[in-house]
């Protein structure tokens, strides 16, 4: 089965930064549409940073752009999320997802104001900023 796990959150100093890993397996689909996601208590899920699998094309959201970074190893099966010079209002719990084709909903590829879009998320992990 589909299998997203994620990893590498933490609690770290404003200005610190973290580095969050996405193991995937179980995953037959090829240059599908992935993303990362954030969501924090009381907002709404959104995508930070949306990608084709094997490359192709990459998306950030403005509020990330500069900042953070995707990287993909596949051989080890792992995207990466980057996330430099961090913030408070970055705190969230980060999500890795998948969908199972490439999509370009807003012009832009792999960017979708809706998570259902994409079908399968890992479970999150945690990521707290303090001042």
């Known amino acids: 089965q589909v299998q997203l796990v994620e990893s590498g959150g933490g609690s770290v100093q404003a200005g610190g930064s973290l580095r969050l890993s996405c193991v995937v397996s179980?995953?037959?689909?090829?240059?599908?549409?992935m993303g990362w996601f954030r969501q924090a208590p009381g907002k709404e899920r959104e995508e930070v940073a949306g990608f084709t699998r094997g490359g192709g094309s990459t998306y950030y959201a403005d509020s990330v752009k500069g900042r953070f970074t995707i990287s993909q190893d596949n051989a080890k099966n792992t995207v990466y999320l980057q996330m430099n010079s961090l913030k408070p209002e970055d705190t969230a719990m980060y999500y890795c997802?998948?969908?199972?084709?490439?999509?370009?909903?807003?012009?832009?590829?792999?960017?979708?104001?809706?998570?259902?879009?994409?079908?399968?998320w890992g479970r999150g992990t945690q990521v707290t900023v303090s001042s």
């Open positions: 997802a998948a969908a199972t084709t490439q999509f370009r909903r807003t012009g832009s590829w792999c960017y979708s104001p809706h998570p259902e879009d994409f079908a399968y």
């Open positions: 179980g995953y037959a689909h090829s240059r599908n549409c």
